[in-house]
């Protein structure tokens, strides 16, 4: 086993494409972790949505063994984190297993709104930070303004470290940085058990497998663990590393990275941010590791397949992809207008865009998502209180005396040049202002209270917008509040289209609704008969578009003569078309409903 002052366990953190995944190919090729044969680019991306859209979206964790220039041997951990705002709390999860951090800067872009977001969480879990500046082999990059950007952050210009990520330029000088800047872990092997669950994922042979870095004590197969958060026992199969393959090992010490297995049958038993402890001879309660919160759902859509028959098929498919993802709920739905489908939970919309692909690729489901929303509670008029998260949930308004909204704490760091930018687009979604901070010369920190409902649809590109591409964002839920809130009805040829509905302020609900029916109305394809859109609070229409018939002109064939003859080709055309408005569907396309997502790009 190795001694703890010769392991070092990092992380890299990177805004989006700036080189994290190729730098960690190179640390695997230049430590021996894997072979050229095995070697493939963006190792440590496993899925393929991770590769095409350029992030990471579970952790991974690798071993490293490196030997330094004066031939000791070093053990490296290095876990590669998630960078979406969806994830912040996998991310501090992640860091909280480290020591050290990779602070990785494009040469050609700069400093971007994501690094810094993840810097100032590195930061305050008190990693030591290694500024390094990547693609320096490209033609447009420009070192010198890397550099006075980092300088602006608090750096100095002798820490700094030049790499080529795809060329391999300096990453042997950075591996020698990493031994002699990233503090070992302060750990002891004879302590009683303390580690840190920083990630799972669910393997059909062996249950969840469950990621952890040990700070105390040891781990080896037959011993009995507890999971303190959710205080259940088990006894360990079996314990091992990543290499970058799962690899069993005959323990785990104090200051290593690796996994345990369990016979856990679904990973809802494995909380990340937990403490594993002994279950003879656990820590006390006070010891436990800080920083743990319940992970919830925010968001809330129905999935419907497009073919009903594939309901069953469907039904199976999100049992396996909520078998890898704790965080992602689902329970049945019946719809009058899509029939049967399923209402789902996710973090966030990023988390709802991924799981959709992933069903529509991995199992090859067509899908119709109904419009977002958040989780309301409904104070109800004999004092009970009851949760809603979808639309058709919601009572009648006889029925119950207020709705609570969520609250979330927002942070916005931008460039103190679009601080009027954001301010703007803040209080456009009807946010209390708290506080405002100076980061370093340039950078600012906003503080608001925010409901949930304005930020989960179209807020973070928003703020990309009006920030040039440098702002960036987190939040964390603080409380419910009293709401002025109202159930907003889209109804097409008169009748109510159910997932089309969403819950919005008072306030908004005319501007929300005369921009969605003029959406709607250049959307929706022609049918033989003209069809309204109305957007309505109970009988109340607050808005109204008409979609004109398809026009087939049925006088064509008729060449002069009696004029008689083509007044009666079009009365019979009109009583056809008024047969058909009694009696006609309204086919409704997907871009309909993706259309309340992006309500705000008029």
């Known amino acids: 086993m190795t001694d703890p002052f010769y392991i070092r366990n990092f992380c890299i953190i ?34 393929d949505l991770e590769r ?25 951990n290095l876990i590669d984190t998630p960078g979406h705002v969806d994830f912040t709390y996998e991310v501090s999860r992640s860091l ?7 602070l990785l800067v494009d040469a050609t872009q700069g400093v971007q709104a994501q690094t810094l977001l993840n810097l100032y969480q590195a930061e305050k879990v008190g990693l030591k930070i290694i500024p390094v500046i990547n693609k320096i082999d490209m033609q447009s990059a420009r070192i010198d303004r890397a550099k006075i950007q980092l300088l602006d952050r608090g750096f100095e210009e002798e820490d700094m470290i030049e790499v080529s990520a795809k060329e391999g330029t300096g990453v042997d000088e950075l591996l020698e940085l990493i031994v002699d800047e990233v503090p070992p872990p302060e750990a002891e092997a004879d302590k009683r058990l303390k580690g840190l669950i920083f990630d799972s994922h669910y393997d059909s042979y062996e249950g969840a497998v469950v990621y952890t870095r040990l700070f105390e004590g040891r781990v080896k197969p037959g011993d009995r663990v507890r999971f303190m958060q959710k205080n259940k026992d088990f006894e360990v199969t079996s314990v091992g590393v990543f290499n970058p393959e799962m690899e069993a090992v005959e323990e785990l010490r104090a200051g ?13 038993q494995v909380k990340i941010g937990d403490t594993i402890t002994g279950a003879e001879a656990p820590i006390p309660e006070s010891e436990k590791l800080p920083g743990y919160r319940e992970v919830k759902p925010m968001v809330f859509c129905g999935f419907y397949p497009h073919d009903g028959d594939r309901y069953e098929e469907m039904r199976d498919s999100l049992k396996k992809l909520a078998l890898n993802d704790a965080a992602f709920e689902f329970e049945p739905a019946v719809s009058n207008s899509l029939g049967f489908g399923f209402k789902c939970g996710f973090l966030g919309l990023l988390h709802m865009e991924i799981t959709r692909e992933r ?36 009572p009648d308004p006889n029925e ?51 409901p949930l409902a304005e930020i989960v649809v179209d807020f973070f590109d928003a703020l990309k917008s009006a920030t ?63 069809v309204p859109i109305q957007a309505s609070i109970g009988s109340r229409v607050l808005a109204r578009e008409t ?11 008729c060449y002069g003569g009696d004029v008689t003859r083509k007044r009666k080709l079009l009365e019979e055309q009109k009583e056809g078309k008024k047969r058909l408005k009694q009696m006609g569907k309204v086919d409704v396309p997907q871009e309909a409903f993706l259309s309340i997502l992006t309500l705000d790009d008029d």
């Open 359 to 394: 069903l529509e690729r991995e199992f090859g489901i067509d899908l119709l998502v109904t419009a977002p929303n958040v989780r309301y509670k409904v104070k109800m008029n004999d004092g009970s209180v009851r949760d809603v998260s979808y639309v058709g949930e919601l």
């Open 468 to 530: 040039r591409g440098y702002g960036s964002m987190d939040y964390e839920f603080i409380k419910y509040r009293e709401s002025d809130l109202v159930k907003l009805q889209i109804l097409l040829n008169k009748d109510p289209v159910e997932p089309l509905a969403f819950i919005v302020h008072r306030d908004k609900s005319y501007r929300v609704g005369r921009r969605l029916t003029k959406k709607l109305k250049k959307i929706l394809p022609r049918h033989q008969f003209e």
């Open 96 to 102: 909280a297993a480290c020591e050290g951090a990779l």
């Open 52 to 76: 095409e859209k350029g992030i990471t979206i579970k952790s991974q964790a690798v071993r490293m063994q490196y030997e330094d220039s004066v031939g000791d041997e070093y053990q490296f």
């Open 547 to 557: 979609k004109p018939a398809q026009r087939k002109d049925v006088t064509a064939k």
């Open 14 to 47: 990177a805004h989006i494409d700036h080189g994290k995944s190729t730098l960690a190919d190179r640390f695997l090729e230049r430590t021996g972790a894997i072979s050229k044969r095995e070697f493939k680019e963006q190792m440590l991306d496993s899925m």
């Open 400 to 450: 119950y005396e207020e709705i609570r909204e969520p609250i979330v704490e927002l942070n916005c760091y931008t460039p103190d040049d679009h601080i009027g930018d954001v301010m703007k687009l803040c209080e456009a979604r009807r946010a209390d202002f708290k506080t405002m901070e100076y980061l370093d010369e340039t950078m600012v920190r906003l503080e608001y209270e925010i």
């Open 256 to 268: 290593e990275v690796g996994y345990l297995l369990a016979g856990i049958k679904t990973l809802d």
